[in-house]
């Protein structure tokens, strides 16, 4: 079975900050993990995935993430935090089996960014 | 037009009554995906299918069936709707036909049971 949980409901950074948004997962084979931001009345949009390649992701909107396998970890890091970052980020990992047999996603419970100027 | 398109995006409705949530994707996957978002719990999935002969049921199946017409068209029914499935029900495919695994939402549909 997989997991997965993010650390801190609710995140509240300056505009220009660092925003760091925590992920930790488990997985009994070997993850690939995703994250995906939902603005205001809209649907989920992927800002970045790790698929077993780089373990430094980046994704759209100037967004990192670094998978750590030591720490089980996946957290989202932006250097300079901006008013329109503003939104729910969530955290996923699929049990993914190899080829094209993509599974199902477990999402974590998400976090609410909150920028203030 | 979206690639994953959901009707009725807002339904307000009464206990006991029958509802249906459509899904219909031109993405060519062939994986979808029922969800439900809630406050705080982020989303969980209902039912999944992997093919038009697959079905399977997710973590928080009850209450909910769900029935899956063609590749492209996956529907999630409230046999008989209660106030605790008010709810953001998000469908998701994904699958042969590209990507690397990742999901790709509708817009959502908001349903209120009164």
């Known amino acids: 079975a997989q997991s997965v949980t993010q650390l801190g409901s609710h995140v509240s950074v300056s505009e220009g900050a660092l925003v760091l948004l925590r992920c930790n997962y488990s997985?009994?084979?070997?993850?690939?993990l995703f994250w995906y931001v939902q603005y205001p009345n809209q649907g989920l949009q992927l800002l970045l995935k790790?698929?077993?390649?780089?373990?430094l992701v980046k994704g759209i909107n100037g967004f990192e993430a670094e998978f750590k396998k030591s720490e089980t970890s996946f957290h989202l890091t932006k250097p300079s935090a901006h008013m329109s970052d503003a939104a729910e980020y969530f955290c996923?990992?699929?049990?993914?089996?190899?080829?094209?047999?993509?599974?199902?996603?477990?999402f974590g419970q998400g976090t609410i960014l909150t920028v203030h100027p | 037009d979206a690639d994953v398109t959901q009707t009725p995006r807002n339904r307000i409705t009464k206990t006991g009554k029958r509802i249906m949530l459509e899904c219909s994707q031109t993405?060519?996957?062939?994986?979808m995906y029922w969800y439900r978002q809630d406050p705080g719990l982020g989303l969980r999935l209902i039912y999944y299918?992997?093919?038009?002969?697959?079905?399977n049921k997710g973590e928080i199946s009850d209450g909910y069936s769900v029935s899956r017409q063609a590749q492209a068209k996956f529907s999630l029914s409230l046999e008989s709707a209660i106030p605790n499935q008010t709810a953001l029900y998000f469908c998701?495919?994904?699958?042969?036909?590209?990507?690397?695994?990742?999901?790709?939402f509708g817009e959502g549909s908001r349903l209120t049971v009164l």
């Open positions: 996923a990992v699929s049990d993914y089996a190899g080829g094209t047999s993509y599974g199902k996603l477990t």
């Open positions: 997985s009994s084979v070997p993850p690939y």
């Open positions: 790790y698929t077993s390649a780089a373990t």
């Open positions: 993405k060519g996957h062939d994986r």
């Open positions: 299918s992997f093919d038009v002969k697959d079905i």
């Open positions: 998701a495919t994904n699958g042969a036909g590209g990507g690397t695994g990742e999901l790709f």
